[in-house]
């Protein structure tokens, strides 16, 4: 394929970023992690998305997660969103992190989901 190609296509998957943000709290939800907070931060919350962007998600866990919990955890996130339609290729970024981080590094501007 085309470098063209690929950013356009790329383009086309960041346009729908909203859903799958819908889709990662369905999956959310369906993992039992319902008390989970979603945070869209980063270029695509501020309306400045690029062929070269990602889609920054932070999830915001009740308990902060060991790195095994964590590995753990994004391996059955992406499975779930497989699943729903979400295609691999798909540039989301995933964050997990605990109550302990809350404040912390926060971007200039971020969307709760």
Do not use: C, N, Y
């Not at 907070?37 to 999830?59: F, K, L, P």
């Not at 060991?66 to 969103?81: A, G, N």
């Not at 964050?95 to 926060?106: C, F, W």
Request: aromatic residues 4%.
């Amino acid at each position: 394929m085309s470098r063209r190609r690929l950013g356009a296509r790329r383009l086309r998957l960041l346009a729908r970023w909203r859903d799958w943000v819908t889709l990662l709290e369905r999956a959310l939800g369906e993992l039992g992690l319902e008390g989970a907070r979603v945070h869209v931060v980063g270029g695509v919350a501020e309306g400045r998305m690029t062929v070269a962007s990602d889609i920054d998600v932070v999830i915001e866990l009740p308990q902060e997660p060991s790195f095994d919990e964590t590995v753990e955890l994004r391996t059955r996130i992406w499975e779930k969103l497989e699943q729903l339609g979400v295609p691999l290729e798909a540039p989301l970024e995933i964050h997990l992190r605990g109550p302990q981080h809350r404040g912390k590094e926060e971007p200039a501007r971020s969307m709760e989901m």
